[in-house]
């Protein structure tokens, strides 16, 4: 959990609840077998690539794997690059920190300094300790973290009662967008059904596509260890879960519930002022330091919307995404409020460290060292990683001070995103497992895919400021919004297109799901289309003949007796506590949380009749909090001894390691010969020539 992700998080659960997620459970079957079989994550670790270009350079070829790394890392860069922004101005609206400092005669904006402290840390941890050192800080963060959890939920059902404060909040919204039934959500805008689908078809087509954290996709012992993370990770979540949706539930609580009129007030007359200060400082007077009144911060919001509707929207933004976190300077007690202060800094150190290093390597090993053509000296490899990190930290730094955020943080992720994502996972699953995928359909998609993102970000961009003034100004605005309305009658209400002076008819969301979805039919269409030979899989999965080392994978005969095992992925490779653990999580995954908690209550709601709004609010307080709170009690206990003793047995292993099998040609290159051993070693069957890894 990154303290940027606790934010968006926040920021769509206040703007629509936790209703729509209860359709989410419609992708726990498809989620769970994929968990369970390996899906991407087996056979990626199989090709023993030490990153996704390697990968996709012996699948592909040399200028798709430059190709691919260049738009990964210009979409990852610019991803990262409002990380520090907003992590910065959590803790500035948090804390209750002035926006801007004066000295020396110069009046510096506060959220650069804290940037230059976090950025800071996290460059320094990063350079010098490396992906091994970054690995050690994300255990220890979640380790520290998981009891600050529990405190901070603990303080927010002590502030507030679920029944007498949070639950009859949260039901008093209007018909269509409710917080907590899931049949009455109809009219929610952003976050809503077709969010839920998105996600859905997203997660299935880009499994392995985001490299936000590409170290630790090959640091696995082996395949199956790699598969086993991801089964255990099912409960890794623990109270981070429960905390956040009630961080936000308990902000809308405190802005919207009559007890407690007077902070609410408070709070919206703070955020405001302070909002104005921090993005449209010339519209405030230069010696105004004490907050004007109310009225006055009113009429200067409404003046500012008038005379310009982009900076307003920035503004709008800002308050949006700082709702909760002032909020909840309000509503934590003394103490805790320092523990959830600490969590934030965790969050964001660790999250960059991560980020910093992945972009950065995937520079450097899928850009430059490809380009070069010939292997980098360890200690010039190394310092040139550390140049290129520190290069993205700066970069970080100046797009978070001058970039103008115009849409919710996870809408931003989403369309940013998509000019890697929009065509990459049908490269990665394509390469992964179908032969006839071909260069040319990779390319296609690829090209296609980054085109059509920019294309988005562009039109947000310059929709407030240039297009809706021209329409407005040229008399095509009512032709615009006949055409827009037009296009989204026959989706309604799942998808609403209006025009108006501020936002973008087609959100983020819906862009990357059209983007994805022409992408992967020229993927598909291209390479039917240019395949000649079927790709030699079994060499790129080191099966079959080319089988080197270690325990060879023997699948289990299908009888009546190991039906259900086959089904959820188990092998001969599976010890007594692997067995153990993919059954609990197909017990959990499977029989409670989808066929108790979303089958069952579905088809009594659509069968027998709608419950009643409060039923709904009993529902999800013993759900998510009751039986959730259980399992993140026992699965703190469980992680915290299970991190700390596999810590200890990560550095006995690489204490114990022979130094002499490590090799200098370790570096991720693909030499495009085979020596004449190996040659004699493994028979070439018919089919084209595939490229040797170097390992």
């Not at 939920?153 to 009859?168: G, M, Q, T, Y």
Request: net charge positive; hydrophobic share 50%.
């Amino acid at each position: 959990m990154g303290l940027i992700s606790l934010v968006a998080l926040m920021e769509a659960q206040y703007n629509s609840g936790f209703a729509y997620n209860f359709w989410a459970a419609i992708d726990d079957p498809i989620g769970i077998f994929l968990g369970l079989i390996g899906y991407c994550t087996y056979r990626y670790r199989e090709t023993r690539s030490m990153t996704m270009g390697q990968f996709l350079e012996m699948r592909y070829s040399r200028p798709f794997r430059i190709f691919a790394g260049t738009l990964q890392s210009i979409a990852g860069v610019i991803n990262y690059a409002i990380f520090p922004a907003v992590s910065a101005r959590f803790l500035i609206y948090y804390c209750g920190l002035p926006v801007r400092v004066s000295a020396l005669g110069l009046t510096i904006p506060t959220f650069q300094i804290l940037m230059l402290l976090l950025l800071g840390l996290a460059l320094f941890i990063t350079t010098r300790g490396g992906q091994l050192t970054i690995m050690v800080t994300d255990c220890v963060q979640g380790l520290l973290s998981y009891p600050m959890y529990l405190i901070v939920v603990i303080a927010i059902f002590v502030k507030f009662s679920w029944f007498r404060d949070i639950a009859p909040t949260l039901l008093d919204r209007p018909p269509g967008e409710s917080m907590l039934n899931p049949f009455d959500i109809h009219r929610l805008r952003n976050f809503n059904l077709f969010y839920v689908f998105v996600g859905m078809f997203s997660g299935i087509l880009n499994r392995m596509a985001w490299q936000g954290n590409t170290g630790y996709q090959s640091c696995a012992l082996n395949a199956h260890e790699q598969k086993m993370g991801a089964v255990i990770g099912t409960w890794r979540n623990g109270f981070s879960g429960m905390m956040y949706v009630l961080l936000a539930v308990s902000a809308y609580t405190l802005l919207n519930n009559p007890r407690f009129e007077s902070q609410a007030v408070q709070v919206r007359h703070e955020l405001a002022w302070k909002a104005l200060q921090d993005v449209a400082p010339n519209t405030v007077a230069a010696a105004a330091d004490a907050m004007p009144s109310a009225d006055e911060v009113r009429a200067r919001l409404a003046a500012l919307e008038t005379e310009s509707p982009a900076l307003y929207k920035k503004v709008s933004t800002i308050q949006t995404q700082m709702r909760v976190p002032l909020a909840l300077r309000h509503i934590l007690p003394v103490g805790v409020l320092g523990v959830f202060c600490a969590i934030g800094v965790f969050l964001c150190v660790s999250t960059d460290t991560t980020y910093l290093h992945s972009w950065g390597s995937i520079i450097v090993q899928d850009i430059i060292l490809p380009l070069r053509g010939r292997a980098f000296a360890p200690e010039v490899q190394l310092r040139l990683l550390r140049r290129i990190i520190t290069g993205v930290a700066v970069f970080a730094f100046l797009f978070s001070s001058y970039f103008s955020q115009m849409d919710f943080i996870l809408m931003f992720f989403s369309i940013t995103g998509a000019i890697w994502l929009g065509g990459a996972g049908s490269c990665i699953v394509g390469g992964l497992y179908w032969k006839r995928g071909t260069t040319a359909g990779a390319w296609s998609a690829l090209l296609c895919g980054s085109t059509l993102a920019t294309s988005g970000i562009i039109l947000q961009q310059l929709w407030p400021r240039t297009i809706y003034p021209w329409l407005a100004a040229t008399g095509r605005l009512a032709a615009a919004s006949r055409f827009v309305e037009r296009l989204s009658a026959p989706f309604e209400p799942i998808l609403l297109w209006r025009v108006n002076p501020t936002t973008f008819p087609i959100n983020s969301r819906e862009w990357t799901f059209f983007t994805m979805l022409i992408s992967l039919t020229l993927y598909i269409v291209v390479s039917r289309l240019t395949c000649r030979t079927p790709f030699n899989m079994d060499r790129l999965l080191h099966r079959g003949i080319y089988h080197r080392e270690g325990v060879r994978h023997e699948a289990l005969p299908w009888t009546w007796r190991n039906v259900f095992s086959k089904l959820i992925g188990i092998n001969s490779q599976y010890t007594r506590g692997d067995r153990i653990l993919a059954r609990a999580v197909f017990a959990w995954s499977f029989g409670y949380a989808y066929l108790i908690n979303f089958v069952t209550v579905a088809v009594w709601n659509l069968v027998f009749g709608r419950w009643p709004n409060h039923w709904w609010a009993n529902w999800f307080f013993i759900r998510g909090f009751i039986i959730s709170g259980i399992v993140a009690s026992i699965s703190t206990v469980w992680f915290t001894i299970g991190g700390t003793l596999d810590l200890r047995r990560m550095f006995r292993r690489l204490a114990a390691r022979d130094e002499n099998e490590l090799s200098a040609l370790d570096d991720g290159r693909v030499v495009g010969h085979v020596s004449a051993e190996d040659a004699e070693r493994f028979k070439e069957p018919a089919g084209p020539d595939v490229p040797e890894t170097k390992e």
